[in-house]
């Protein structure tokens, strides 16, 4: 893992790009020179009432101009006093966290579903392989513009309004993909059916997972999850999400 940050970042832009759904850039100091795909950050809210940070993905990385744009979810107080922040807004950050995806040369599939689609944005830019984008959607679209110029984009919506009826599963059958890897992001539901279909078709399979957190450093062990080998911190079988993930092998822990 890299090493983590504490730093006030400065809001640069953000807008609502769909219902309760904001995209906000932030200007770094240091952060984000050495973040990768599949870390996170921790936001610390300004009310002083809110003491534990907002664990929030990375969707991209601009090293170069030093900022990191994050796409959220409005979920609680927290997150809904971040989207009323405007260009010029500081507050403090910590960051990069966690583990990334490993960056392998291998025909891909990329899948994001919901709120887990952002952190797959960065990973389809970084990847040097063929990339195959599966993206699973409730009923509203969003970010599907940005995937389009890393890969060939399919979608599945649960009410069939745009792409595939049903979930990413089955858009990949529908359209007769494969591939020697994935990576994956989204709901519970979505991961053990994609772990399951890696399993069946002996495929590479990386999951990031999606938890409560309260550190966000590996400490407060509430990001808990079930593991197949012996954890070092804790000497059971479980892996915290903050600190040994988000990102792991599929066949490595239960979910």
Same mark, same amino acid.
């Given at each position: 893992m890299a090493e983590k940050k504490r730093e006030k970042a400065v809001v640069i832009s953000q807008k609502e790009i769909a219902p309760g759904i904001f995209d906000m850039h932030l200007g770094t100091k240091e952060i984000a020179g050495f973040s990768a795909p599949g870390q996170f950050l921790s936001l610390y809210c300004k009310d002083g009432s809110r003491l534990l940070p907002r664990p929030i993905s990375i969707c991209g990385i601009n090293r170069e101009g030093k900022s990191l744009r994050l796409v959220y979810r409005v979920a609680g107080k927290g997150t809904e006093e971040f989207s009323r922040m405007k260009p010029g807004d500081?507050?403090?950050?910590?960051?990069?966290?966690? !583990?990334?995806?490993?960056?392998?040369?291998?025909?891909?599939?990329?899948?994001?579903?919901?709120?887990?689609?952002?952190?797959?944005?960065?990973?389809?830019?970084? +990847? !040097?392989?063929?990339? *195959?984008?599966?993206?699973?959607?409730?009923? *509203? +679209?969003?970010?599907?513009?940005?995937?389009?110029?890393?890969g060939n984009v399919y979608i599945a919506t649960e009410d069939g309004s745009a792409g595939t009826r049903g979930n990413v599963v089955d858009a990949i059958k529908e359209n007769g993909l494969c591939a020697d890897i994935i990576y994956a992001c989204g709901p519970l539901p979505m991961l053990r059916a994609l772990k399951e279909y890696a399993k069946e078709h002996e495929i590479e399979c990386y999951v990031s997972l999606e938890e409560r957190m309260a550190c966000g450093i590996g400490a407060c062990l509430s990001c808990v999850c079930k593991s197949e080998g012996r954890d070092a911190h804790t000497n059971v079988n479980n892996k915290r999400i903050c600190k040994e993930g988000p990102v792991f092998l599929a066949q490595e822990v239960e979910f």
């Open positions: 500081e507050f403090f950050v910590t960051g990069p966290l966690g !583990n990334g995806f490993p960056l392998k040369e291998k025909k891909a599939f990329i899948v994001g579903g919901g709120i887990g689609i952002p952190p797959m944005l960065e990973l389809s830019k970084a +990847l !040097n392989c063929e990339k *195959q984008i599966i993206l699973g959607f409730r009923d *509203q +679209l969003f970010l599907t513009e940005d995937f389009k110029p890393y």
